[in-house]
């Protein structure tokens, strides 16, 4: 969850660093200034020819310019913010963006995290559109408490949308908080004032919405992740589901457990993860356990149906959205009495 100061943990969302420290961030006052420098401001670009060795260079210099200015204490000093579950800030070093970005069209960049412009199965061009990300990415309120549940609240939240290759088409506004929690699952969903065919008509076909699955998916399927954050998509499989995900206070289940190609990093909370084969969104990137811990903020463990603790490090998770399907009825409106709706209510 994404982390913000004096609440609680978030998952993998990016915030600006003079209002929240990241992760990396933090541990520099912790005493760790000499490998926080040597990881992130170190030779980079190793394995890049042509352009991408030039990107690599560009970020590596941007990297060592940071670092040298937080070392000599010239840049500004983030403040030490309370630990918020999952991956709500970009770990040091900086992530080199991949030489050719793609499958990022329809994907939106928020002020910490990542997120997508989303339809339901049966939305109609004249529905108001859907930007889909994690309840632990709220900036308007800070993140849900456990057993909270946000909704239909006004929001005026911005969106950067982009297109297949990650370039900026244009800028979204929400009007609605429709639906957020961090209880049983980590999910927000915000309702813009534009509906899909406003959205289309502005921005042309890769302004696409991805449209969610309506079934569950099945272990072994292939997915995507593109975090718009990043301007990455990541590449694995479904490895399982987990009945119990715990971090902290939050509790999370059924979800998803990637494979380890999905290793997956602060900044890209909320993206969706999509099926290959049909290119529908069947989870939301939520998490994943960074230093081995047990149970704890970024450290999330599996408990079983008998009570068996499992912990993996270096394993990441999602959350499932199947069941918004179930919820989300005529206009976008989330209707938590609809039948089959399981979403948590207030």
């Known amino acids: 969850m994404s982390r913000t100061a004096a609440e609680p943990p978030a998952r993998r969302t990016p915030e600006h660093a003079e209002s929240v420290a990241p992760r990396r961030l933090v541990s520099v006052a912790t005493g760790r200034l000499a490998s926080v420098v040597s990881g992130s401001c170190g030779a980079g670009g190793s394995g890049h020819s042509g352009w991408g060795q030039r990107r690599a260079l560009w970020s590596g210099a941007a990297a060592l310019l940071l670092c040298a200015g937080s070392a000599l204490g010239l840049g500004p000093s983030p403040a030490v913010a309370a630990p918020l579950p999952g991956y709500a800030h970009p770990a040091l070093p900086v992530p080199v963006p991949p030489v050719t970005p793609g499958g990022l069209a329809g994907t939106v960049v928020l002020s910490n995290c990542s997120g997508a412009l989303v339809r339901m199965p049966h939305s109609r061009p004249a529905d108001p559109a859907l930007v889909l990300t994690n309840g632990h990415c709220l900036t308007e309120r800070g993140v849900p408490r456990p057993g909270e549940v946000v909704a239909d609240t006004p929001s005026q939240r911005t969106f ?32 813009l004032g534009e509906t899909y065919a406003d959205v289309t008509g502005r921005y042309g076909a890769q302004a696409h919405a991805r449209t969610l699955d309506s079934e569950r998916p099945s272990a072994g ?27 902290g206070p939050w509790t999370m289940t059924d979800s998803l457990r990637y494979t380890r190609s ?10 969706p993860v999509i099926e290959r084969v049909t290119g529908q969104v069947v989870g939301v990137n939520s998490t994943g356990n960074d230093e081995g811990g047990r149970c704890g903020v970024h450290n999330p463990c599996e408990i079983d ?42």
């Open 305 to 346: 149906a008998e009570g068996a603790v499992t912990v993996r490090q270096g394993t990441n998770y999602g959350q499932q959205t199947y069941p918004l399907t179930r919820c989300v009825t005529a206009g976008s409106t989330v209707t938590l009495e609809a039948p089959g709706c399981t979403l948590p209510r207030p």
């Open 160 to 191: 950067t949308l982009l297109d297949v290759a990650g370039r900026r088409l244009g800028t979204l506004r929400a009007a609605r908080l429709a639906y957020a929690t961090v209880t049983g699952t980590d999910v927000a969903l915000y309702r």
């Open 262 to 271: 999905c290793a997956t990093v602060s900044g890209t909370s909320g993206a």
């Open 221 to 247: 399927t292939r997915i995507d992740i593109p975090s718009s954050y990043w301007k990455h998509v990541y590449h694995c499989a479904i490895d399982g589901f987990v009945p119990v995900l715990r971090e």
